[in-house]
């Protein structure tokens, strides 16, 4: 909606979700008729208020103050529990517990188990994390002083370690999770999020570094794999019955809406310019299938990991469309 200027429907679905928490949580798919909510994903509440900071910059309507509001409830919901899956650890990291869900985006699971587990401290949820609470400090620091009392520290000392929790200096870039212990050490895109998120202290040549590792190992002419091929749990198609395609979703499966992530930290780190050039390319790869594959017109799900990349998944799916958009603009004129 941004990307297209229309910031009123943004708005009213930004307004929609704050209707529809599931247990003061934004969950992953609301309600609708007989179809129940999905509440298994705590980066929808973080999405959330990503969303809301965007649409922040976009408009002065009075409704976005509201908004501002219930992003700051949902940051103490988290911290208070309500999904008791989750904790705020001494130094104000997200934990997620260990068991048998899968609480972000990379979400499937086989026989009750998450085929790519994320539990402990995964690194996107608290690139979110911070940069969702520096967010929720600024929007209180008028209306809610008490918030900013009880949490300014808390920001404080999670900036302070964020680099030491996620950075692997041998690899280069950030591991995707840590289990309290130990970095799991698998070069994955969601680390893009600590890339791009206003508030997260990186430095500068760790960005390089971590942006040349995915630029290396995971992006493809469509979009990024979710695991390097390097990984021996890599899977470089997507096919097969159910079970066989969801043991591949997030093992190597390419997700072109991940460029935007990927074209937004190209832009921070070297430049718009250099943005515009490398997605030129990825643009008529992904024009080329809007007219022959799967829903014309549309952006599929998926492609397999390796080439030549066939489509696979959901033959429209909107935050392929929105965020191919949203790049697209990007390297227009």
Request: aromatic share 8%; with cysteine.
């Amino acid at each position: 909606c941004l990307a297209r200027d229309e910031v009123g429907k943004a708005l009213d679905i930004l307004e929609s979700l704050a209707n529809r928490l599931e247990n003061g949580l934004v969950p992953n798919i609301p309600a609708s008729g007989d179809v129940p909510s999905n509440a298994e994903a705590i980066d929808a509440s973080l999405l959330f208020i990503r969303a809301v900071a965007l649409t922040a910059k976009r408009t002065r309507s009075q409704r976005i103050t509201a908004l501002e509001d219930a992003s700051i409830d949902l940051i103490e919901r988290i911290a208070a529990g309500a999904d008791p899956r989750v904790r705020i650890d001494e130094q104000g990291f997200l934990f997620v517990e260990h068991g048998p869900w899968a609480l972000t985006w990379m979400d499937a699971l086989v026989d009750g188990r998450a085929v790519t587990p994320r539990q402990g401290y995964a690194v996107d949820l608290n690139a979110l994390w911070l940069s969702g609470l520096q967010s929720a400090l600024r929007w209180a620091k008028k209306r809610r002083p008490e918030f900013v009392e009880a949490w300014s520290e808390t920001a404080k000392k999670l900036s302070e370690h964020f680099e030491e929790k996620f950075w692997l200096q041998d690899q280069g870039f950030l591991t995707d999770t840590h289990d309290g212990h130990h970095p799991d050490g698998k070069l994955r895109p969601n680390q893009l999020w600590a890339l791009v998120l206003p508030g997260v202290p990186l430095d500068k040549e760790r960005k390089r570094r971590a942006l040349d590792a995915v630029r290396d190992r995971l992006l493809t002419p469509v979009g990024l794999r979710t695991l390097s091929p390097d990984d021996p749990g890599y899977r470089p198609f997507y096919r097969g019955a159910q079970t066989e395609r969801d043991l591949a979703y997030h093992q190597g499966t390419v997700w072109p809406w991940l460029l935007g992530l990927y074209a937004d930290a190209v832009a921070m780190i070297e430049g718009q310019d250099a943005a515009k050039e490398e997605m030129m390319p990825v643009l008529a790869a992904l024009s080329a299938h809007l007219r022959t594959e799967g829903c014309i017109g549309q952006i599929g799900e998926v492609f397999d990991g390796d080439a030549p990349h066939r489509p696979g998944g959901t033959p429209a799916q909107a935050w392929s469309v929105s965020e191919v958009l949203r790049v697209a603009k990007m390297a227009g004129p």
